[in-house]
């Protein structure tokens, strides 16, 4: 096996300067397989209608398009990838199945990196294993096809690494500049890839000797501010704050690392489900503990704080946590953040296989691979620290899959020389040494599988949840119905099921099942999501006056929820008490500065007052210009400013709607 492996290192050094014709078909399939995983996939109704995560980066690409400013303070979360969003918005309009097909180029560039990064590092067929792993294995590949931000970030993050490993062989300026770069547009991509910095700024210093190792190092760090630089700058002139790129650090953290965390869920306790709303209401939680309007900087402090005192109180429930959360990042199942990945992967597309190279497999090869690889540790070593510092800054947060993700193709590097080794003992009928690479591979895949919590909630559960929350934002009740029907027939079932199922009969007019469902949620789970909905109940069977008792006893009995004033306004305004309505909108919005329901019926409310509603109608227009895809709604704001403002002379401003208007009916028309 020495020979084997000697001879390994004869190839790599004659591969340095060589692409394989094979790795660039590699390359080919892994775009294909994502073409197709796109066009499976536009069956999902997803496809059109994103959620979460991936609906912010839409919400913030459709304001780059439109020439706004999605945040006007520091930003919350790293813009590149939804800047990347935002240029192929204006370039193709929004044709989500274009972005997708698009990134496929990305996903495509992936697969190359990696298998180039594994050609430099071992060899030509590690090359070409690890690119096809890549290529192949169903997790990469289905991110790779969502508006999520690992799309763009594994690239880069693939080239950083290999133009940074490449300043051992080739210490000059230019490349240590270069490498720094691209470490600085992958920390305005996802700035935990700052965890790097210390390591690498030695390391790269010590590629070179004496002033010639500071000089390199100190290039690698000015290319890695440059890109950090204008979103610092811009961050304290808009607002008003030093932030070095975004200000979600502190929310994240808490998220992960608070008395009811399982680890996995990102929701801040307390909190309402939409990403704009749990925002907010994470806001407006800090705030209140505070006793005073806070910065983003000043939310992120305080939540910061937060976890500081969970663990100096209960050091040890905070490690059990960790402990917790380090068992799900090693852990077989990929668990979701927004849609439910097994689920939706599979569900689609009959060439994804939730069973081919699971994370357990990769985790297993690709140890083995890193201890056989073990004697350039010093040479490579930001290969060999990446996955373990890239983890603990995972589990330092909270654990899902595309959290995890960065760390495939690094491990696709090292499995694919752990798998070729094992396959060279045994075609060379060594049966210890086979035994003695192939044995604790499989062992660690079969301890990833064991330790995998048994809690969890099934797969099936979750995506047919997800489904049935889709058929409600078409409009599809009765299809809704179906899926959340499917959802509670598991033994193990998300409250959130039966929220939706009771949400859908409400919708089909099947009020007394609604309530029967909503009441059990309040009685028996205290659920209190399910308030507002018990609001609706009252509401849509006219009962006005109910859902107005009904709903100053849920203010009197806890804090105020934007859901129940909402649903109080809307009473309220259909009582015809428009002043009471006007004053208990205005209340919403200070608590969810971004309710476009209640901006709208706000609106509404002064012009049945005979009221100044200009700026109103203002903040509605402009909420559901970055929120909402509700055409009627966002036409009828817009058209009222351009109204009002014309009325009084204000023919700057006026035009100012008017422009947006335009633009909103061209986008309508083109989509």
Same mark, same amino acid.
């Given at each position: 096996m020495r ?39 536009? @069956?999902?109704p ?17 304001a780059?398009?439109?020439? $706004?400013?999605?945040?006007?303070e ?15 918005? +204006? ?11 698009v $990134? ?6 992936? #697969? ?18 690890a ?7 169903? #997790? ?17 993050v ?6 940074t ?51 390199l &190092?100190?290039?690698?760090? *000015?290319?890695? *501010?440059?890109?950090?630089l ?12 030093w ?5 979600q ?14 680890? +996995?869920?990102?929701i ?16 407006? =939680? ?13 939310? +992120?402090?305080?939540?910061m ?6 663990m100096? =109180? ?29 689920f ?66 690094? !491990? ?13 003992? *045994?075609?060379?009928? =060594? ?19 064991? *330790?995998?919590p048994?809690?969890?909630?099934? +797969? ?5 949840? =997800?489904?049935?929350?889709?058929? !409600? ?21 998300s ?5 939706g ?39 849509? &069977?006219?009962?006005y ?6 709903? $100053? ?14 649903q ?15 004053v208990t909108?205005?209340?919403?919005? $200070? ?66 709607? @008017? ?11 083109s989509?």
């Open positions: 020979d084997a492996d000697q001879g390994n290192g004869d190839k790599r050094a004659r591969d340095q300067g060589r692409i394989p014709r094979a790795l660039i078909g590699i390359a080919v399939l892994g775009v294909l397989l994502r073409v197709a995983h796109v066009l499976f996939g536009e @069956a999902s997803y496809a059109q209608v994103p959620i979460m995560d991936a609906r912010y980066h839409l919400d913030w690409a459709r780059f398009a439109l020439g $706004q400013e999605i945040h006007t520091a930003y919350f979360r790293a813009p590149l990838y939804p800047w990347f969003l935002g240029v192929l918005n +204006s370039v193709f309009g929004e044709n989500l199945l274009v972005w997708r097909l $990134q496929c180029l990305l996903g495509g560039a992936t #697969v190359f990196l990696t298998g180039l990064l594994a050609l430099r590092i071992f060899g030509r067929a590690q090359g070409n294993l690119a096809l792993i890549m290529a192949v294995a169903w #997790v990469p590949l289905h991110f790779d096809t969502q508006l999520l931000i690992p799309v763009l970030f594994l690239p880069l693939l080239g950083a690494l290999i133009t490993l490449g300043l051992h062989q080739r210490p000059d300026g230019r490349s240590a500049l270069w490498s720094g770069v691209l470490w600085g547009l992958a920390t305005i991509t996802r700035p935990n890839v700052l965890l790097f910095a210390p390591v690498f700024f030695f390391w790269v210093r010590g590629r070179a000797k004496g002033r010639a190792g500071w000089m &190092a100190l290039l690698f760090s *000015i290319g890695w *501010i440059l890109p950090v204008p979103i610092t700058v811009r961050n304290r002139v808009v607002g008003g704050e932030t070095l790129v975004a200000t650090a502190g929310v994240n953290l808490w998220i992960g690392n608070n008395p009811q965390s399982d680890g +996995s869920t990102a801040v306790p307390g909190t309402r489900a939409g990403w704009w709303e749990g925002s907010e209401d994470a806001r407006r =939680q800090a705030e209140v503990a505070e006793g005073e309007s806070l910065t983003p900087g000043g939310v +992120s402090a305080h939540y704080g937060r976890v500081l005192d969970w100096k =109180q209960d050091p040890g429930a905070f490690l059990r946590h960790l402990g917790t959360k380090t068992r799900l990042f090693l852990s077989s199942r990929e668990l979701g953040n927004n849609l439910e990945p097994t939706f992967a599979t569900h689609y597309d009959p060439l994804a296989n939730s069973w081919l190279l699971p994370f357990g497999a990769l985790l297993g090869f690709g140890l083995v691979g890193a201890f056989l690889g073990r004697k350039r540790m010093r040479e490579q070593l930001p290969l060999f620290v990446f996955v373990p510092l890239y983890g603990a800054g995972v589990v330092a947060f909270f654990m899902c899959s595309r959290f995890r993700l960065p760390v495939w193709p690094v !491990m696709a590097v090292f499995a694919s020389h752990g798998m070729l080794l094992g396959v060279c003992a *045994i075609k060379g009928e =060594q049966v210890r040494r086979a035994a003695g690479l192939l044995l604790p591979a499989f062992g660690i895949w079969a301890l990833s599988v064991w *330790i995998t048994s809690n969890l909630l099934p +797969s099936e559960s979750i995506g047919e949840m =997800q489904l049935g929350d889709a058929a !409600m934002g078409l409009g599809q009740h009765g299809l809704a119905a179906e899926h959340y029907s499917r959802a509670t027939a598991h033994e193990r079932v409250p959130h099921a039966r929220l199922l009771a949400r859908a009969f409400l919708e089909l007019g099947r009020m007394d099942q609604a309530q029967v469902i909503l009441d059990e949620l309040l009685q028996h789970q205290g659920f209190p999501e399910a308030r507002e909905d018990r609001l609706r109940v009252e509401f849509k &069977a006219g009962r006056s109910n859902a107005v008792a009904l709903a $100053q006893e849920y203010l009197d009995t806890g804090a105020p929820e934007p859901g129940v004033l909402y109080l306004g809307r009473a309220r305004f259909a009582q015809k008490d428009f002043r009471g309505a006007e909108l205005s209340r919403v919005l $200070q608590l969810d500065r971004r309710h476009v329901g209640a901006a709208f019926v706000r609106a509404r409310s002064l012009d049945e007052l005979q009221e100044d509603s200009l700026e109103a109608w203002a903040l509605a227009a402009d909420l559901y210009l970055s929120t909402s895809s509700e055409a009627a709604f966002v036409e009828q704001a817009l058209s009222r400013a351009v109204e009002l403002t014309r009325a009084r002379g204000q023919q700057q401003r006026a035009e100012h709607y @008017a422009a947006k208007l335009r633009r909103w009916m061209a986008r309508q028309q989509n």
